[in-house]
């Protein structure tokens, strides 16, 4: 059973709240991954109030339990936004325990050390099974694939303290420090590897969102103290044939057709066919509203 949900207490972006004694320092695991360095990238600007602790690989693998608690202890942390994930669902697949080590285990530590201060969780619309569709945070859960299973698995620890935040993104874009991690960065490679044709799904939909956008959605939630669930993603729907459509024109080198499919007709394991949000939860407490794929392409340029 999920903890009783606090309402957001009001603060403005980037005012410290009362509970965080400067300089406060956020600790942000998986920095190095796409959304974790976006969220470091733009903390000077919307999260002023926090020093913040990137930590990858390098500083300690979160695995490695004594370390992270010996790590916690000597750097007291004020709040904690953990990114850190194995976040490929084929990889989950194939390494079921390390999944569930990484992906629950090492969450319900973090969120155990963390109890007493704010402490964000990166989950997954992989959480439902893609039949309805436009979710809210009230509709009921199935995941398809273990790695949803393992994220639902860690969001009902974090839900347990009522304090806590449970972040619900979708597809997220941009730049990664690998070049691998964004939606956009996999659909470009991809389609150069394709040839002249590709086949892209009509009916399977998602909510792409900038990790830009992500970033700030977490800062602003984080800033105001918001606490329990949010669905945090792009305000359009469109298919993964929609989305290369609007991609395209940003990328000259390719010219290519892209035909129509239906993930029916996808000879490997079912797929989650409509896990399109419901983000009127989140608008209401952010400065700006989030904004669909193509009004942000259509706003920026940048590289994407
Ligand atoms: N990006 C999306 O489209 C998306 C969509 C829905 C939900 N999410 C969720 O959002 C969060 C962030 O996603 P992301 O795309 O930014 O992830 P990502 O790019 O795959 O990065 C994940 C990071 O976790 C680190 N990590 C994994 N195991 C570790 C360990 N044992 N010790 C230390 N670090 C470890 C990885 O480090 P190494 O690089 O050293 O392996 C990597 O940098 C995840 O919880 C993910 O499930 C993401």
Not at 71 to 89: D, K, L, N, W
Not at 161 to 170: D, F, G, M
Not at 279 to 302: D, F, H
Request: one cysteine or more.
């Amino acid at each position: 059973m999920l903890a009783k949900q606090l309402p957001c207490p009001r603060a403005k972006l980037g005012q410290i709240s009362p509970d965080l004694k400067p300089p406060a320092t956020v600790w942000i695991t998986g920095a190095n991954g796409l959304i974790g360095n976006y969220l470091v990238q733009t903390a000077p600007r919307f999260a002023p109030q926090f020093t913040v602790r990137a930590l990858t690989r390098a500083d300690f693998d979160l695995l490695d339990f004594a370390a992270v608690r010996q790590a916690f202890q000597r750097e007291s942390p004020q709040a904690i936004i953990h990114c850190a994930a194995i976040t490929v669902v084929a990889d989950a697949e194939q390494n079921p325990a390390l999944a569930r080590r990484v992906n629950v285990a090492t969450t319900q530590l973090l969120a155990e050390l963390a109890a007493e201060i704010p402490f964000v969780f990166f989950s997954t619309d992989l959480v439902f099974d893609g039949r309805k569709g436009n979710y809210s945070e009230t509709d009921a859960v199935n995941p398809l694939h273990l790695y949803g299973e393992t994220k639902l698995a860690a969001e009902q620890s974090v839900l347990a303290n009522p304090r806590h935040l449970v972040v619900r993104t979708s597809i997220n874009g941009g730049v990664s420090r690998s070049g691998t991690r964004s939606f956009n960065e996999q659909l470009r490679r991809a389609m150069q590897q394709a040839g002249p044709g590709m086949t892209l799904f009509t009916d399977e939909f998602r909510c792409p969102l900038p990790a830009a956008e992500t970033a700030r959605a977490v800062w602003e939630l984080l800033g105001k103290q918001c606490a329990g669930l949010y669905h945090v993603a792009g305000a359009e729907r469109l298919s993964r044939r929609q989305i290369a459509q609007a991609l395209l024109p940003r990328w000259p080198e390719i010219q290519m057709e892209i035909q129509a499919g239906s993930a029916k007709d996808f000879p490997g394991p079912p797929r989650a066919l409509d896990t399109s949000f419901d983000i009127s939860k989140v608008q209401k407490e952010l400065s700006a509203p989030l904004p669909g794929l193509n009004e942000w392409l259509a706003r920026t340029t940048a590289d994407f």
